[in-house]
């Protein structure tokens, strides 16, 4: 069973679409993240969510909203699509302060190429 | 602002041989977390170290840390081919981990 999975695996569209990107956990984690790896490998953190409400917004532009309609998703909905958008956007979650001590679990990435 | 710093960056070894990969950072954390990256796949979790003192081995790797000098290290052994990844550090605190920006290392045969 996949712990954390997103949804697409890969997703190649023109500029100025808009397109979402969906995660899903079967853990039990109360929070859950999305982070941006850039072609250069750099991951950096975009938003943060526990048991739905936000709790990190690392001043990502406006075009980027992501949803938690509960604890177990977390989608990430993309305005505008530009080419500094392409990336791979990993979703994780985080199992600290339950019986989960292994830390943040990551998902298998969406990478996202703009056109 | 924490910052994780890695080096090097880029390190290409003969097989057999060993070395270290370093991670510093800049202010007091809960975790410290050491993650491998193989090229389009995602992050696999190798260690996650709590504490000062703090250390862990798999197979042939070693991490350990020292949490007053705030250093991590990630010690290899006698390297083979399979061990070729991208290795990233990160730090944990006020609930996000901030990453190092990863250690491309490649094992020649």
């Known amino acids: 069973d996949t712990a954390v999975s997103q949804t697409p695996k890969y997703l190649v569209t023109q500029m100025g679409n808009d397109k979402s990107i969906k995660c899903e956990q079967n853990?039990?984690?109360?929070?859950m993240y999305w982070y941006k790896q850039d072609s250069k490998k750099f991951l950096k953190i975009m938003f943060s969510?526990?048991?739905?409400?936000?709790?990190i917004n690392e001043t990502v532009p406006n075009r980027f909203s992501p949803k938690s309609p509960d604890k177990a998703h977390l989608n990430l909905h993309i305005n505008s699509l530009e080419l500094g958008d392409s990336a791979v956007y990993f979703c994780?979650?985080?199992?600290?302060?339950?019986?989960?001590?292994?830390?943040?679990?990551f998902g298998s990435g969406t990478r996202l190429t703009v056109v | 602002e924490l910052k994780v710093e890695q080096n090097p960056l880029f390190l290409s070894m003969q097989e057999g041989k060993n070395y270290t990969i370093y991670c510093n950072y800049s202010?007091?954390?809960?975790?410290l977390y050491w993650y491998r990256q193989d090229p389009g796949k995602s992050l696999e979790s190798l260690f996650v170290l709590l504490s000062n003192g703090a250390v862990k081995q798999e197979g042939r790797l070693m991490a350990s840390l020292d949490t007053k000098a705030r250093l991590s290290t990630l010690h290899i052994t006698a390297a083979v081919h399979d061990l070729s990844a991208t290795y990233f550090c990160a730090v944990d605190r006020d609930d996000k981990i901030i990453f190092g920006k990863g250690t491309r290392l490649h094992i020649l045969p």
């Open positions: 969510y526990n048991n739905k409400e936000l709790i």
């Open positions: 202010t007091t954390s809960d975790r």
């Open positions: 853990l039990g984690h109360d929070t």
């Open positions: 994780a979650s985080n199992g600290w302060g339950t019986s989960d001590n292994y830390g943040y679990t």
